[in-house]
């Protein structure tokens, strides 16, 4: 019997509700579903360069889930278990190679390889040019998601296994622990690598994801994409189901038998020293270096007052998009949580869904939902047609992101609460309200933070859909890369940079803020 | 505490959402007498300028979607497409005819004759008046300077294929962007098999495929290769910026160079078409010409009598030997061997 029985809630209430929300959330993609489907086929969909493409495609996908798992969840390990010197601002910049998108990555190694007194450093390219850029700038998401499982660890269980056998059986013990969340998390960067285009293409790699926008934009055949997105999401999640159904029953298990006294930080000699130049090494790989490749024509020329006057009238609308995007997509993302709390089944299905739809290139829906806009009534453009539109697309594109996140925060919720709740006569609206959403309001705000970033880099989405006359700073800055002056490139991006510093400077400063105000 | 923070928090998020539902589709005048929608493929510095202009004189506010890199000249055209049945631009500045020519094939544009096209060469535009050219880039190869001496440097697009250039020469991938047209062009002016010769032959000589033109322009200015084929104003900005860069007009004595105008096109059904007229009749004066050609882009005016800015790097349209094509019929022949050689052949060698 599921705990969802046991305790007397309406499962065919939340599987309407669940159906509603996946429903709104594939919404974007179907039009072009429907009309690929619909379709006499005019090209053959399996041919030697797609299947070959295909093939290359997984391969990615792997390397750069392998590649971020390798080095996220050992970090995230040394970040959740050890106290050392700033360390939260260096938790915090990890997130940094994900708010740039993988075409700048890319631009600043290529221009970093081809400066004559670098002749030393190896020219990425290819598979593993891709895999390198790529999974550096997925590592975030499984190091957090094993820093966020890390901190569930109670310290009575880490107590235990440390006086039994040392920092190697908490370190063995802890990485068990935090291996389900962790290749989830993984898997997520994977997926969302199969339809980039930026590495693939500068790094001379062949992708579905090139070989679909070959379709779309060179052979304008909507058809012939659309099919290719299906096989591929449908291939991506046939073979992420088998880790996906595993990796989704250990952290039920990981997670739910949890007490509310969590472990501290430890202060170990040596491992004290290592997380931090771990932590920092990676920063310095994955972004710093790139980013010097990518700005330092900005030091020979540099525009920093035009570029300023780009960031100031595009600031506003970038806030827009990629707030609104992560609102729209914590609000379903709690709803879904919610709903699925108590159901393993529940969750994988929806996840299931999710991340077959995350798996399916972005123009897709873009192109999707510009066809369902110039069909409807003028009186919906401000659904359609508007700001809200870039929002909720950006939001339901990165609900997968949320929704794994928020899963993992509701199965904290103890049902022993909601049972002494309806003892007490207290109404489910006054126990959401002083129980749950408290309860989860640190990983509504991680969430929050996550989609923002993502939705920022998702150009294709902003681009194809931003109404005229609102462009975000990301899009500003591919619109502006193909011929204004590389000094103008360079001090945009450094101004992006700075911007999104500020921001995650800002955000170390709530968790403080937030205790202070608890006090 | 916690809970006012709280409550603060979810103030905040319903703000969001209702700044959000408030904010009214594609910002709130896109249709209106004085408001003009242009999406264009040309590179949002060089357009930006034009429209602000236009914008100052004729009181009529320009809102302005540029294509970006990633998507360049088929973001918008697939957009433009997509929202064909009640369009949201009014006018689409293409950066070349190819692109002007689908969205006629696909019934996106209307015909617009207009009287500001008077001494613009005929041969560049639609017989129709689907598309008006103006001004002009020029597709060159671009050397590095420090790699290819005065007298190596090359002459024709066949030095590509020449073996003191092999492993050393790039082009960008040429299903996408101005080199798609290109290539169109040379299977209109070569012929198929002559064609298909020349595209062998650069693999044989290993000619690397990269992403873009700016790409090419960007990779042989540092050094990583010796010759590219590329567009003027690509060379430049790497002139500006005193990359050691040269270039030439190739084929200057033999099929000749190829130009790529730019198109104006009238979106049919357009929220403000009339102000769309005006902007193409803005587009076309030799004065837009003519400020096109100080821009950072360098752009060749179509009209003789235009009078080039000092220091303008490039000749002018007259000086050249230009290629003979068919403007009006490149996006069918593009259509043609895109499916049938272009893809296999970017599939085999990419």
Redesign the interface.
């Known amino acids: 019997m599921t705990l969802m029985a046991q305790h007397g809630s309406k499962p065919m209430l939340r599987w309407v509700l669940l159906v509603i929300v996946l429903g709104i959330a594939a919404s974007p993609a179907l039009p072009l579903v429907v009309l690929t489907l619909g379709q006499e086929p005019t090209r053959s969909l399996w041919t030697d360069a797609f299947s070959k493409s295909t093939g290359s495609t997984l391969y990615l996908g792997a390397g750069v889930s392998v590649f971020s798992l390798v080095i996220g969840l050992p970090l995230g390990l040394l970040a959740a278990l050890y106290r050392f010197p700033a360390r939260r601002p260096l938790i915090l910049f990890q997130a940094l190679p994900l708010l740039l998108p993988s075409f700048l990555l890319c631009i600043g190694w290529s221009n970093l390889a081809a400066a004559k007194w670098l002749w030393w450093l190896p020219t990425p390219d290819g598979l593993a040019g891709c895999v390198f850029v790529l999974g550096l700038q997925m590592m975030p998401l499984p190091f957090f998601a094993t820093w966020a499982a890390g901190h569930n660890l109670t310290a009575s269980q880490i107590d235990s296994v440390r006086l039994h056998g040392g920092e190697r059986s908490v370190l063995t013990f802890s990485a068990r622990a935090c291996a389900p969340v962790a290749i989830l998390a993984a898997l997520l960067g994977g997926i969302l690598s199969l339809s980039d285009t930026g590495a693939p293409l500068i790094f001379g790699y062949r992708s579905a994801a090139v070989e679909i926008r070959t379709s779309f934009s060179a052979l304008f055949d909507y058809e012939l994409a659309g099919r290719q997105c299906l096989l591929l999401a449908g291939l991506a999640l046939l073979l992420i189901a088998p880790v996906l159904f595993v990796g989704l029953r250990l952290l039920a298990a990981a997670v739910l038998a949890r007490q509310t006294r969590p472990a501290m930080p430890y202060p170990h000699r040596a491992l004290s020293w290592v997380a931090p130049g771990g932590l920092l090494l990676v920063l310095i790989v994955g972004v710093v270096v790139p980013t010097l490749g990518l700005c330092w024509p900005a030091a020979e020329n540099p525009m920093i007052e035009r570029a300023a006057t780009k960031v100031t009238a595009t600031a506003g609308t970038t806030l827009i998009f990629t707030g609104g995007a992560a609102v729209i997509a914590v609000l379903f993302a709690t709803l879904i949580a919610l709903a699925t709390s108590a159901s393993a089944r529940g969750r994988l299905f929806v996840l299931a869904v999710l991340l077959l739809l995350l798996a399916m290139p972005p123009a897709l829906a873009a192109i999707g939902v510009s066809r369902i806009a110039t069909g409807a009534p003028p009186q919906l453009d401000w659904l359609m047609r508007s700001r809200l539109t870039v929002a909720l697309i950006l939001g339901l594109r990165f609900l997968p992101v949320a929704t794994v996140a928020m899963m993992f925060a509701t199965c904290g919720l103890s049902p022993s609460w909601r049972d002494a709740a309806r003892i007490h006569g207290v109404s489910r609206v006054r126990m959401f309200v002083r129980v749950t959403l408290p309860y989860l309001s640190f990983a509504i705000v991680v969430s929050l933070l996550l989609v923002m970033v993502l939705a920022a880099t998702d150009i294709t989405t902003t681009h194809l859909l931003q109404p005229p006359g609102d462009q975000s700073l990301p899009v500003a800055i591919f619109t502006v890369m193909a011929n204004s002056p590389e000094g103008l490139v360079a001090s945009l991006c450094l101004l992006y940079l700075l911007c999104v510093v500020l921001l995650l400077a800002a955000a170390s400063q709530l968790p403080r803020l937030w205790s202070r105000r608890s006090a | 505490?916690?809970?006012?923070?709280?409550t603060l928090?979810?103030a905040a998020?319903l703000i969001?959402?209702g700044?959000?539902?408030c904010?009214?589709?594609?910002?709130p005048?896109?249709s209106g007498a004085n408001n003009l929608?242009v999406y264009t493929s040309v590179?949002?510095?060089?357009a930006e300028p034009i429209g602000k202009t236009f914008e100052q004189e004729t009181g009529i506010r320009v809102?302005?979607?540029?294509?970006?890199?990633?998507?360049?000249s088929?973001?918008l055209?697939?957009?433009l497409?997509?929202?064909?049945?009640?369009p949201?631009?009014d006018v689409f500045w293409s950066g070349d005819p190819v692109r002007a020519a689908?969205l006629k094939s696909?019934g996106v544009s209307t015909a617009y004759p207009s009287a500001a096209a008077e001494g613009l060469p005929r041969e560049f535009s639609d017989a129709e008046h689907h598309w008006i050219s103006f001004s002009a880039r020029a597709r060159v190869l671009i050397y590095n300077k420090d790699l290819v001496s005065e007298n190596q440097k090359p002459t024709s697009i066949r030095d590509l294929a020449d073996p003191r250039f092999k492993g050393k020469a790039c082009i960008a991938?040429p299903?996408?962007g101005t080199t798609?047209m290109h290539a169109s062009a040379l299977f209109q002016s070569l012929g198929d098999d002559d064609a298909k010769k020349f595209f062998q032959s650069l693999v044989e000589n290993k000619v690397?495929?990269?992403?873009?033109n700016?790409?090419v322009r960007?990779?042989v200015a540092?050094?990583?290769f010796a010759i590219g084929l590329t567009d003027t104003?690509?060379v430049n900005?790497a002139i500006?910026?005193g990359k050691p860069v040269g270039f030439v007009y190739p084929d200057a004595d033999q099929m000749g160079t190829l130009m790529i105008p730019n198109a104006a096109v009238l979106i049919a059904g357009g929220p403000n078409g009339e102000n769309g007229k005006k902007f193409i009749d803005y587009l076309l004066r030799p004065e837009t010409e003519a400020a096109l050609a100080r821009s950072?882009?360098a752009q060749m005016p179509l009209r003789s009598e235009v009078e080039l800015p000092a220091g303008f790097p490039f000749k002018s349209v007259s000086q050249l030997r230009t290629m003979s094509v068919d403007y009006g019929t490149l996006a069918e022949k593009l259509e043609e061997i895109?499916?049938s050689f272009?893809?296999?052949w970017?599939?085999e060698n990419?």
């Open positions: 505490m916690k809970r006012h923070l709280l928090y979810l998020e969001a959402v700044v959000l539902g904010s009214s589709p594609s910002s005048s896109s929608v590179d949002e510095v060089f809102q302005l979607v540029p294509d970006t890199e990633e998507t360049k088929t973001g055209l697939n957009r497409i997509a929202e064909k049945g009640r949201r631009a689908i696909k991938n299903l996408f798609s690397k495929i990269l992403s873009s700016g790409e960007r990779r540092n050094g990583e104003d690509d900005v500006e910026e950072e882009a895109s499916d272009l893809k296999p970017v599939d990419q």
